[in-house]
């Protein structure tokens, strides 16, 4: 069962995913299946400098990061581009390892955006209050509030993805409230796997 677990930037889906390893789910990131597809040697990072360039490549052959980050997030063309080369890549290897009997959360920050909720069999959505999220996001990735406030504009609103939400889970409080809201879904996920 691949539940997709989705939220907006900085809004604790990685903290919600270890709750539900806890209880014995499997997790799969989709940041981290980005960043293996980018790899030196990999078809993904290959696709991509093709369609960007080699500019953006360190002399050890790495993708620079920060500065294609720099250059592409500002540009709604340039992130459909990029997402037309990394989205397919990506569920192909979370459709691979998220298989068998396990309940697997699929941490992906851009569930609806890539249709990926069309291969999940349910959906949570974790929420946070704005400065929670500018805050947690400045510390945890070193960037600016400016910079994920124009991340942010590459995804759907937190209210249609409250919409669109099987679940929610408010991560704005403390962490006991979190983990009692990640158990009281896990205990109905678990309920619908047995039958």
Not at 61 to 85: H, M, Y
Request: hydrophobic share 40%; net charge negative; charged share 30%.
């Amino acid at each position: 069962m691949r539940i997709g677990v989705t939220g907006i930037f900085a809004s604790g889906k990685g903290t919600v995913c270890e709750m539900f390893r806890e209880l014995g789910a499997g997790v799969i990131d989709t940041d981290i299946v980005a960043r293996e597809i980018m790899e030196p040697g990999q078809e993904g990072l290959r696709r991509v400098i093709d369609a960007f360039g080699s500019e953006y490549l360190n002399s050890d052959g790495t993708l620079d990061r920060r500065r294609f980050a720099a250059s592409v997030f500002g540009n709604d063309e340039k992130v459909r581009l990029l997402n037309s080369i990394t989205h397919p890549a990506i569920l192909e290897i979370v459709m691979e390892r998220a298989s068998g009997d396990m309940i697997w959360m699929v941490n992906t920050p851009l569930l609806f955006e890539s249709g990926f909720n069309a291969y999940m069999e349910s959906n949570i959505v974790v929420t946070a209050g704005n400065e929670q999220v500018l805050e947690r996001g400045s510390k945890r990735d070193n960037i600016s509030k400016e910079e994920i406030k124009e991340r942010l504009k590459h995804q759907i609103p937190l209210n249609e993805k409250i919409r669109l939400a099987d679940y929610v889970i408010d991560n704005s409080g403390t962490t006991e409230n979190t983990k009692r809201q990640v158990l009281d879904i896990w205990k109905i996920l678990i309920q619908g796997r047995t039958k």
